[in-house]
């Protein structure tokens, strides 16, 4: 069970009056205007490590010595995920930043990763999410550089910042399921605030579920010709696929959680005039209920049970014996559950309250993100983006552009202050 927050004291809006006019926290959200250029060098620098999913290694080595660099303790777990506290020997609650190692693509080069005439970031990963994992140094540097934000007294709370493995596809969130569920120091966490991005319009409050499967079917194969009629596998897969794309998602009356189904990898055979062995494909199954994605599951099922009985009655009637069945197999690849943050928890009320101080217009969102594991742990956990602009996530042509950065960090910062000062008497 997690570490919880005390609930705030006096009113959110003075209180974050009240901290942007301390000298120590003045100093830190000074200092994210004024080194621009240092964390624009320190994101492209951690955007040449390649840091594909299930492999994020390199990657997780050079955060952690950057950690070590600015004073931080630092260490990686037995999943990956880099670990670092401000205060040596804290022993929590925790207030935990994250941000995913992981991308989609990787760099082959370093030269893959480009800065235009503007200012622009290109490459694989620049934005989801090197703006994440850039915020977290940034933020750590500019805490150790006011040490006034600390105040006098002893904190009762600290900060964790945690550059985690497996955010994207089928790593599952193995970086965040292992930091809340396995590791002794995910146990004295109080609240996840994840980076995820650039964009500061938005305020993940609610996790969209989702369930991934490789569905298969294998049979004998042979010759185009001369094997006509045994179970082809290619055909059972096209049907099944047929059948459960044609399932309906419409009919859900207004107001209903939101679901979605998805082919979106197939793969199988050697030759065109080959019967193939084997198969397959991966099906993406998305809902804000997991009560639905059950359903959709069950659907799924439905369709490879109906596409391996008419194969395999095709087979029969064609070569009158049972030699050329198919078999079917349908293997879970990934779960993400879906749950919502309680609409009265601290951390929604300080962001927006900071919001309106810095006047950043923002609104909540539903998305599948690291926040997805606490929340359904009933841990407060919110996803936001770590400030600048960013586009073409997921593809070859990602870019960002620290255009605005300062004031995402400045957000990330003033909620950081609220979180602990709702814990500790002082910062």
């Not at 349908?330 to 879906?338: L, Q, Y």
């Not at 004031?407 to 202050?417: D, E, M, N, S, V």
Request: glycine share 10%; proline share 5%.
């Amino acid at each position: 069970m997690a570490a919880n927050l005390a609930p705030p004291s006096i009113p959110v809006d003075a209180i974050s009056q009240i901290l942007a006019s301390q000298r120590g926290l003045r100093e830190a959200l000074q200092w994210f205007t004024r080194e621009k250029l240092w964390i624009n060098d320190i994101h492209q620098q951690l955007c040449r490590i390649p840091a594909p999913t299930f492999l994020e290694q390199q990657r997780a080595e050079w955060m952690a010595a950057q950690f070590r660099s600015l004073g931080c303790d630092s260490q990686i777990d037995r999943a990956g995920n880099v670990l670092a506290t401000l205060n040596p020997g804290a022993s929590g609650p925790y207030i935990a930043v994250t941000a995913h190692l992981d991308t989609v693509f990787a760099p082959r080069l370093k030269d893959d990763i480009l800065v235009d005439p503007d200012g622009k970031i290109w490459g694989p990963g620049v934005s989801d999410n090197g703006a994440g994992l850039a915020a977290l140094l940034a933020l750590t540097k500019a805490l150790k550089s006011s040490p006034a934000l600390e105040g006098s007294e002893p904190a009762h709370a600290d900060i964790l910042f945690v550059a985690n493995v497996g955010e994207e596809g089928e790593g599952n969130l193995s970086g965040m399921r292992f930091l809340c569920k396995q590791s002794a120091i995910g146990r004295e966490i109080a609240t996840f605030l994840v980076l995820d991005g650039a964009a500061t319009e938005h305020i993940t409050v609610q996790a969209l579920g989702s369930r991934r499967f490789d569905i298969s079917f294998s049979g004998p194969g042979g010759h185009s010709w001369s094997d006509f009629g045994i179970g082809n596998p290619v055909h059972a897969l096209s049907r099944a696929v047929a059948f459960f794309a044609d399932t309906r998602l419409t009919d859900a009356p207004s107001g209903a959680p939101r679901s979605s189904i998805s082919v979106g990898i197939i793969e199988g055979g050697t030759s065109i005039n080959a019967i193939a062995a084997v198969a397959r494909a991966k099906v993406d199954i998305r809902s804000e209920s997991n009560e639905k994605m059950e359903e959709l599951v069950n659907a799924l099922h439905v369709a490879m049970e109906r596409a391996h009985e008419i194969e395999n009655q095709r087979s029969l009637e064609i070569q009158k014996s049972g030699a050329g069945k198919l078999t079917a197999k349908i293997k879970e690849i990934g779960s993400r559950p879906a749950a919502r943050l309680n609409e009265s928890s601290s951390i929604l009320t300080y962001i927006r309250a900071v919001d309106a101080h810095l006047g950043i217009r923002s609104h909540l969102d539903c998305a599948s993100t690291d926040a997805n594991i606490p929340l359904s742990l009933g841990i407060p956990a919110v996803s936001i983006g770590a400030g600048g602009q960013g586009g073409g996530a997921h593809t070859l042509q990602e870019w960002f552009s620290p255009e605005g950065r300062d004031l995402g960090l400045k957000r990330i910062l003033l909620t950081l202050a609220l979180l602990l000062r709702s814990q500790a008497p002082a910062l």
